[in-house]
């Protein structure tokens, strides 16, 4: 079965700093791009960021951009998202997400989703 | 970043209704366009890849079209399980967006 589980989701004051980490399983997760998006209460998914396979090729959010930093471990099927300089803004379930492809296609989606984790950013 | 507009926002339904929501981006995407649903306190699952693609499991009563910058979604015979949330997003630009959803309720 293929899971994806978020943790270190938490409460943090204005400012501060987090890192969320993705537990991977029941999937090839070296060869599989991954990402990070996030949902605000109430509003819709915001992609947050994206890290190829070998971690050659990274982009961010420019709403994020500066203060995060994605990762992963391939050796140990985990995603990270170092969070800094925290604003109320971020408060968001955070969903590590996985990339696929349809080469034929040229056609990209993302799936599966793990369950979130809770970043609340207030003092 | 490519803005994607979704309308309506909400609508109201009934079992067995057929209903369309649109979607549309502020550029080109051709038909990088996917479909999601979105149920309370779950994460998003995806319905439609490729504009028009079914992902294996989902019922045939949901379909995708479109091309360009306009989209739709569309579901016939409206079942139960399928008040939620829809939210269309682009995959065409690497910074990939969303649209706003729309919550289809009873």
């Known amino acids: 079965e293929v899971q994806l589980v978020e943790s270190g989701g938490r409460l943090v004051r204005p400012g501060g700093s987090l890192r969320l980490s993705c537990a991977a399983s029941?999937?090839?997760?070296?060869?599989?791009?991954m990402n990070w998006v996030r949902q605000a209460p109430g509003k819709g998914p915001e992609w947050v960021s994206h890290?190829?396979?070998?971690?050659?090729?990274?982009y961010y959010a420019h709403s994020v951009k500066g203060r995060f930093t994605i990762s992963r471990d391939n050796a140990k099927n985990t995603l990270y998202l170092q969070m800094s300089s925290l604003r109320v803004e971020d408060t968001a379930i955070y969903y590590c997400v996985s990339s696929m492809s349809d080469f034929r296609s040229g056609s990209n989606w993302l799936d599966p989703w793990g369950q979130g984790t809770l970043v609340t950013v207030s003092s | 970043d490519i803005q994607m507009t979704q309308s309506p926002s909400s609508l109201s339904a009934s079992i067995g209704d057929r209903i369309t929501i649109t979607c549309r981006s502020s550029?080109?995407?051709?038909?990088?366009l996917n479909w999601y649903q979105q149920k309370p306190r779950k994460a998003p699952k995806i319905l439609i890849n490729?504009?028009?693609s079914l992902q294996s499991g989902v019922p045939p009563r949901f379909s995708g079209s479109g091309s360009g910058t306009d989209f739709t979604l569309t579901i016939s015979n409206l079942q139960t399980e399928d008040f939620a949330t829809y939210y269309c997003?682009?995959?065409?630009?690497?910074?990939?967006?969303f649209g706003g959803g729309t919550k289809v309720e009873i």
């Open positions: 997003q682009q995959s065409y630009s690497t910074r990939l967006t």
């Open positions: 029941g999937f090839s997760f070296s060869s599989n791009s």
């Open positions: 490729a504009a028009s």
């Open positions: 550029q080109h995407i051709g038909t990088h």
């Open positions: 890290i190829t396979p070998t971690s050659s090729t990274i």
